[in-house]
């Protein structure tokens, strides 16, 4: 049961143009929903959050948009740098007397010079 | 600041041998701490998390089993290892009351021959 689905495994862009990574999910119940990015052989570090009552969330280069009707949310990188080539996991959030976050499988992003 | 320690980096074990696998956090107290697991090209599945001391609670029942003997301490344990449990392992902690933003170690990546 795929609650959190990252449909593309790779993605390739320009430096200096936008990235867009797309990630679905499942259950309305969700709390909060994050991006993670994630170098070989390093642990997923922390890049932003959007609690599901909002819709937008902007952090520097990094915009995260929620659309809860169709339980879809989007990572916007802009502008691309090479540094961003890495896979990015879209995870979702719920407590339920218990902690409970839900990865993607990842998108690699490659960014081009 | 805050810094979480993960060994040993690699291991290479053979089918039925013991497991112990260690992490650390600095630079915070009663940190809640996680073990996650990631399979190649998988997203991260939570194996196990705790909010203190002697509290563990397992998501996924297994061949593995978690520790806490301190505040700040959280240890990953099996009796026999499986060819199934190969795999990168990671630990995260998160403060209390922001249980959606978890920062992770570097990784053990295990190969179970």
């Known amino acids: 049961d795929q609650q959190v689905k990252q449909n593309s495994p790779s993605l390739s862009v320009q430096e200096g143009r936008i990235s867009i990574l797309n990630c679905d999910y499942t259950n309305s119940m969700f709390d909060y929903f994050l991006w993670y990015k994630k170098y070989p052989a390093e642990g997923p570090t922390f890049l932003i959050s959007?609690?599901?009552?909002?819709d937008k969330n902007e952090d520097g280069r990094f915009t995260v948009f929620l659309n809860k009707s169709a339980k879809h949310l989007s990572l916007h990188i802009v502008p691309s740098q090479p540094g961003d080539s890495a896979v990015y996991f879209c995870?979702?959030?719920?407590?339920?007397?218990?902690?409970?976050?839900?990865f993607g499988a990842g998108t690699r992003l490659f960014v081009k010079a | 600041s805050q810094t979480i320690h993960q060994w040993p980096a690699t291991l290479v074990q053979p089918v039925g041998s013991p497991l112990s696998l260690e992490c650390t956090v600095e630079?915070?107290?009663?940190?809640?701490l996680y073990w996650y697991r990631q399979a190649a090209g998988r997203g991260l599945q939570l194996l196990f998390y705790?909010?203190?001391?002697?509290?563990i609670s397992s998501e996924v029942p297994q061949n593995l089993s978690a520790s806490r003997p301190q505040d700040r301490q959280f240890i990953l344990s099996s009796k026999k290892l499986l060819l199934s449990d190969s795999g990168f392992y990671l630990c995260?902690?998160?403060?209390?009351?922001?249980?959606?933003?978890?920062?992770f170690g570097p990784g053990t990546r295990l190969t179970v021959t």
């Open positions: 705790s909010v203190g001391i002697g509290q």
């Open positions: 995870a979702a959030y719920l407590y339920t007397g218990g902690f409970k976050t839900i």
């Open positions: 630079g915070t107290s009663n940190p809640n």
């Open positions: 959007i609690s599901s009552i909002k």
């Open positions: 995260a902690w998160s403060v209390l009351g922001r249980d959606y933003e978890q920062y």
